[in-house]
């Protein structure tokens, strides 16, 4: 039973337009959510989190909205470049404890 | 951001010897670290948690016999896979928590042949 969800294996998009990649989860006593993107055979790094009392994060082009009641985050990359192409994985975590991975999403951002 | 450094990026050994892979946090302290397994275009798999001091705990259906875990100081932790067989390889991922956000290793491609 997946407890975070990304239901698009894979997104592309054109370069310069607005990636957004969807997550959900279904554990209530998640409160914190973060964003990392993955490069092949390299490890995950940190884009941007979320704690549950707000419902928007902004840092540069990424912006994450949260909503709680329907249990959806999601990401937003504004403009893309080709250099945001790359697997982005969506996690959560009952604040400061474990953090459990969706599956991913790729995204291929289009020149 | 803070710094997950692990060793070896890569490593080839033969089929059934034993192979370390070291997980450093470099510039804070980690009482608990994690450690992964991703297989290709799959998730990344939890595979036990480690803890600083006391025994590691594995997730159901990682051999703890196989994947030796050792936390022995605050920013270091080994996993060891002990006799390693071709499908032992992967990409294993260490990873740390600092101030509520996990800061993850560069990871270990491991091939067994």
């Known amino acids: 039973d997946q407890q975070v969800k990304q239901n698009s294996p894979s997104l592309s998009v054109q370069e310069g337009r607005i990636s957004i990649l969807n997550c959900d989860y279904t554990?209530?006593?998640?409160?914190?959510f973060l964003w990392y993107k993955k490069y092949p055979a390299e490890g995950p790094t940190f884009l941007i989190s979320i704690s549950s009392i707000k419902d928007k994060n902004e840092d540069g082009r990424f912006t994450v909205f949260l909503n709680k009641s329907a249990k959806h985050l999601s990401l937003h990359i504004v403009p893309s470049q080709p250099g945001d192409s790359a697997v982005y994985f969506c996690a959560a975590s009952p604040r400061g404890q474990n953090f459990v991975f969706g599956p991913g999403t790729r995204l291929s951002v289009l020149p | 951001g803070a710094v997950v450094s692990q060793h070896p990026s890569r490593v080839i050994c033969k089929s059934g010897t034993s192979v370390k892979i070291e997980c450093r946090s470099l510039?804070?302290?980690?009482?608990?670290m994690f450690w992964y397994r991703q297989f290709p275009k799959q998730s990344l798999m939890l595979m036990a948690t480690?803890?600083?001091?006391?025994?590691?705990?594995?997730e159901q259906g990682v051999e703890k016999d196989k994947f030796l875990i050792n936390h022995a100081s605050l920013t270091l932790s080994t996993l060891t896979v002990t006799s390693a067989h071709p499908e032992d390889s992967s990409f294993y991922i260490c990873?740390?928590?600092?101030?509520?956000?996990?800061?993850f290793g560069q990871g270990t491609r491991l091939t067994v042949v």
């Open positions: 510039d804070f302290q980690a009482t608990t």
């Open positions: 554990n209530s006593m998640f409160d914190y």
């Open positions: 480690s803890n600083e001091g006391s025994k590691a705990t594995y």
């Open positions: 990873s740390a928590i600092d101030r509520l956000v996990a800061f």
